[in-house]
């Protein structure tokens, strides 16, 4: 994992200025109301909310040659728009492992579907003096079923 010298210089003034920093990540494929529900509530945990994303590469590995339906350009505007969403930063890994050890989040958070033990960084957070949340999952709402749906019209 390699940040931008944008990326660096920006989480380099989060920190000079003492900002709790909360951390999260995804694939963000077509976004949802559950998306924005989980979103707001991890930005309520700190100052800043930085999600990382999936570069396509990566979604492929995880979800299929079909996927993802949005680039990741597409996929990152769209999550940098949002209001309670503060910085967006591309990543090919598989795991977001090595972006949140370059971050050094002070929250951890993941959508209620994954289990704190579950979660990748976790442990690495909590060494570090950080906390890990698993956040509400609102029911009813996926990419996968959203793409279902499509597909049955």
Known sequence: ??????????????????????????????????????LQEAKDLGDVLIVGINSDTSVKKLKGPSRPI??????????????????????????PLELIEA???DVLVKGGDWTIDKIIGADLVIENGGIVKSLTFKEGYSTTSIIEKIKNL
């Open 1 to 38: 994992m390699t940040l931008s010298k944008k990326d660096i210089s920006i989480l380099e003034t989060f920190n000079k200025l003492g900002l709790t920093k909360v951390f999260t990540n995804g694939c963000f494929d077509l976004l949802h109301p559950g998306h924005l529900q989980y």
């Open 70 to 95: 949005n680039d990741q350009d597409s996929r990152a505007v769209m999550l940098s728009s949002l209001k309670m969403v503060d910085h967006v930063i591309v990543f090919n890994e598989e795991t």
């Open 103 to 105: 971050i050094m989040p």
